[in-house]
């Protein structure tokens, strides 16, 4: 039967409220009531052929005529004679449709929330008429969240840690949590003077907002022990912030960049070098080190799509940066340790050399396996001291590498 039920409408009622269109209109009164819902019932011909399955459709209408308005019409039909049944359905008032679905209590606790908000922050009125099933889900954190907005506007650009912030009742992991809808209300009420644009999303809250942020940091190991900072005689493992890695002045010629720790802790000593710890993308702290534009960098990422993007973006910072144990050769070597990369990258990579961008090709393309992937730990430790050897005989004959 594609006859409309109670069920049928009450549906349409919920549709109302999981858009947020019945607590938006407890904002600003857009007329959505009286409202006629979709109705189909039966034709002249199906209450002939099935008066009986008519009749029980009716009653089961009128049965929860209770939240609605039933408007009949009278039918005559030459067998039945005149019979009235229903030809539209309407819900005449907000109550109605909020007691139907069984919603009157949620209402009521957002009219407090709307209430509290046009007392303390009304320019946040706008953003509840928008998402009300947002501001209901923060209810029970929502006075906190009016408490931090205040603040705000009295600290504008504060300047110190999220940690430090002092507002009774409000600890720093709240605000942490709460960061994305944070953004949303501060973008509200502040002044555009106190925003930061050049900042977005959770993780650059701090800067859009003036808090303080934690520092860049910049993990290296000096793989010269005639250019040792400290006259331990031990490793020189060192992690820095960005801003101090900036100003270093250590005589190294030649940079090597990896991915993993393992890589990163067992690299072997080379004259005049040092071998960085990288963070897969971004490469923010090393980029304000301007000292690195006059070094010989290497780049060791894993030969799969995302090694390469990797490898692209760090050009776009240091355009000399050569790959290193990322050729075919490599791969090809260490069939045996191939895996597979989870969620390949598929761009166009426009910094890459030529050799690079073929092998890029290839992987992304699956010309040489599916989805394939060698990770820079699976590349044995001889194939990386022959690979060290040629550009330790290229360093000492002056020759490119």
Partial sequence: MTWTTPSDLRAQVQRLWDRGLLLAERINGTDLFPRRLHFKGPNTSQMADRFNEVRHWIARLDAEARFYRIVWRQVRHQILGANTVPSQIWIDSLDDALEWIGRRKDAGRFDRLLALTRERQPELISWMITRPL???ELAADWKRLLD??????RHLRPGIYLRQVDIPGVHTKFIEAHRAVLGELLDLVLPPAAVDGTHRGIGGFCHRYGFADKPLRQRFRLLDAALALVPTGTDQDFTVSGDTFAR???PVKRIFITENEINFLAFPSCAESMVIFGAGYGFDALAKAGWL???????WGDIDTHGFAILDQLRAHFPQAASFLMDRATLMAHRHCWGAEPRPETRELTRLTAAEHLL???LRQNRIGERLRLE?????FGWLKTALAKLEVARVSNLPT
Avoid: P, S
């Fill in 293 to 299: 534009r006059e070094r010989r960098i290497f780049y």
């Fill in 376 to 380: 820079q730990e699976m590349i044995g």
């Fill in 148 to 153: 931090i907005v205040a603040w705000m506007q």
């Fill in 360 to 362: 890029y090709d290839d």
């Fill in 134 to 136: 947002r501001v209901l």
């Fill in 248 to 250: 270093l002045k250590i």
